[in-house]
Structure formats: structure tokens, C-alpha cells
């Protein structure tokens, strides 16, 4: 299986999640499924059912984080990386038509939720990895190939 890496601020980010379902969110929801549960008939009450929904898919993610905690690396930046593209990196590049494109490498339980990350898996994070600025990044796209330039690299320490 392949070592699936993770950004120190993403883990921590999961890990604030994590925390937040099962210690805020889950009693919570417990509490009014509970609640719900001893007026009676369950079958037409929304409350219980909504909120028994609810508790499925909070039990589904916090399965699913934890699986996911266990098993990522944490990569922090280091001095030999810069200059060159690796995980973690902030990438700026232009094409010829001068359009630009900045993002982060991340791994890809990072991605969801920002338009500035993408994951490693990618075909651009790909294409990218161990450029350094000037250097030329070809993708093959479905319309023919498409040739952009690093103008930036930058990491966060």
C-alpha cells in the first residue's frame, strides 16, 4: 500500500475535526436522539430520525478520520527543498497567453474544501515536482499539449 503523506497544518486540521465530532458534535446529537427517542413512536417523529441520520454520519467520519490519522506521514518542509518543487510547496506558474495558476502540493485528504490545493496525484502536481523556477511544466491535455512556466516556489514554515 502507499504511504499516503499529509501536511502538518492538514493533520492538525483533520485532527481539530476529529475532536469537534466526537467530543462537541456526538453528545450533542446523542443527547437529542435521547430525547426524541422517549416520546415514543419513532416511525413519524422527525427529530429521532433526522438526528439518528445525523448520528450515522458523524459515527461514518469520525471511522473514517481516524483510519486516516493512523495511517498518513506528516512531511514538514525542509532547508534542502527550497528552489525546487516538492510536497508542500506553493507553486505560482504562466502560461504564453499570461494567464496564471498558484497552489499548494498537499496530499489528497487535503484538497476538499480549498480551490488552492491540489493533490499530489494530480497530473500538474506531477508534471511540477522537482522544477525550479524558469523551468517548463507540459501537460498532456485531451485539446493537445499545454506548456506553463514556474515563476514561483515558496513553501510555509
Known sequence: MKKKYITREGFQKLQLE???LWRKERPAV???VSW???LGDRSENADYQYNKRRLREIDRRVHFLRKVLDQVQIVDY???QEGKVFFGAWVELEDDQENTLKF???GPEEIYGRKDYISTDSPMARACLKKQVDDEVILNLPEGKKTWFITNIFYTK
Do not use: C, F, N
Request: aromatic share 0%; hydrophobic share 40%.
Open 78 to 80: 525542509h532547508p534542502d
Open 36 to 38: 426524541a427517542a422517549s
Open 18 to 20: 476529529l475532536d469537534h
Open 30 to 32: 446523542t443527547k437529542i
Open 104 to 106: 499548494r502540493i498537499v
